[in-house]
């Protein structure tokens, strides 16, 4: 069981370059989540899933995009990087009940 | 828009002296964690808090949950530096889909000294 894995750990990349990052739970949790972190702000959400086939938006979605492609895996991509979305970002994952939301262990991205 | 708000974001200590981080939070919310992070890594999830009056405590942690006042303590007890590290509080909103995402405060950077 290794819980919410993400991938890549790091990253850098030039302004204007795209890339997606990847999450995925073996928890069988419906609902997944992308955020960022940056730092004194705190963890700030980016876009969530409640369920498979479903997305939404949650405070600071611009720049970004996401895809629920199963069960398991929720993607960020960000098509066009800019300097202002280097940060670290985290994948989280919580089951029925709410009772605990789990986060996958980071990616760390550099714009340059 | 729900607010959650934190303080200290700084808090340096000694070590065997006890303390408490606020965590104060705009709207009503019948959930309410507490993380803890260490410098590079993810975020370890401490406690859940459901209801009000709700108390948990884990060795020198203690957590507590007032919905009335929308307020969360975490107090710490005889502090040690392994200790040492960020606290983050956070509160969860709930739409008619199933939960939003957490609304994170800004955390909480403790330093206990020897």
Redesign the interface.
Known sequence: NAGVTQTPKFQVLKTGQSMTLQCAQDMNHNSMYWYRQDPGMGLRLIYYSASEGTTDKGEVPNGYNVSRLNKREFSLRLESAAPSQTSVYFCASIGTGYNEQFFGPGTRLTVL | ELK?EQNP?FLSMQEGKNYTIYCNYSTTSD?L?WYRQDPG???E?LF?L?SNGAVKQEGRLMASLDTKARLSTLHITAAVHDLSATY?C?V?MY?G???????????THLIIQP
């Open positions: 959650v974001l959930r964690y890594k993810s975020l999830s859940v459901l983050f956070a969860v739409s889909g199933g939960a939003d995402g957490l609304t994170f405060g800004k955390g």
